[in-house]
């Protein structure tokens, strides 16, 4: 994967968690999504599609999660309800619109998050994607945030 | 969400597993996907994005992903590993680009599928969807199939 796709994607999560819960990340060390890696228990999902096509998934703990949440909200979700998804689903959504702001010569267009929640859970991206994971601390708990995103060689319409 | 985005992928569904496996599935009813339904342990997840927006999921329990993937490769691997993940997410985007055919005047684009891995695992769709599940049995096992789209009220250049 391009290493220019991703730098969108690491401003717009800083720049939606400062934002919208108040949260100041602090990036770990990128890496290539091995394969089987687990996720955290809860992962907002989104497709993009365009001059390139992909997936992006931003994972939190249940807690963190839980958090988010309750930040988002006013009040204390008390499990993964809901609630709880809806606001993860609108954190990814927002990265994802953030990102592609800052890709527009790929005219990207997002799909709707989708959010999943289990334990042990595992996200395979397809293998020529080379996913990149990017790793986040923050004081509500650990983020991960991966990307896969491969370039169209044909143009789309 | 509208009834006639759900025929394309039913008969998308039941094209891609005649074609690639062999398989006929006999169709279930209809049901709006309530929350917190947990899926089956395997799910190929795939983002649409277009003049509607949204997810296709496709989901088989962990003996029928691997029967998918023996019929597919031509040997039985022993868990659900990289080979079986691809595999699902290559039905899973036969089954979108099938769909998407049939949907031309949306203009869809798909994206890249992603497939996920995990018990007890629930799938949430964004509240606005409302998201049909449509179950269906075969002789590999049961396999379901969720759509949730919302058309876009701006339309997307």
Not at 115 to 124: A, E, F, L, R, S
Not at 126 to 155: K, N, R, W, Y
């Amino acid at each position: 994967m391009r290493v220019e796709f991703i730098n969108p994607f690491i401003s717009a999560t800083l720049d939606v968690f400062k934002t919208m819960l108040g949260c100041t990340l602090v990036r770990g060390p990128l890496s290539l999504k091995r394969e089987h890696t687990p996720a955290h228990e809860v992962s907002g999902l989104i497709g993009l599609s365009g001059k390139c096509r992909g997936m992006i998934v931003v994972s939190l703990g249940r807690e963190t999660a839980i958090r988010a949440a309750e930040i988002m909200l006013g009040a204390r979700p008390d499990e993964v309800d809901r609630d709880v998804m809806d606001a993860i689903g609108e954190l990814t959504n927002m990265i994802a619109g953030a990102a592609k702001t800052q890709l527009e010569e790929y005219r990207l267009t997002i799909g709707l998050p989708t959010v999943i929640c289990g334990k042990n859970q595992v996200i395979t991206f397809p293998s020529e994607t080379q996913p990149l994971a990017i790793p986040f601390d923050s004081e509500i708990g650990p983020v991960s945030v991966q990307v896969g995103l491969v370039e169209m060689l044909v143009p789309v319409a």
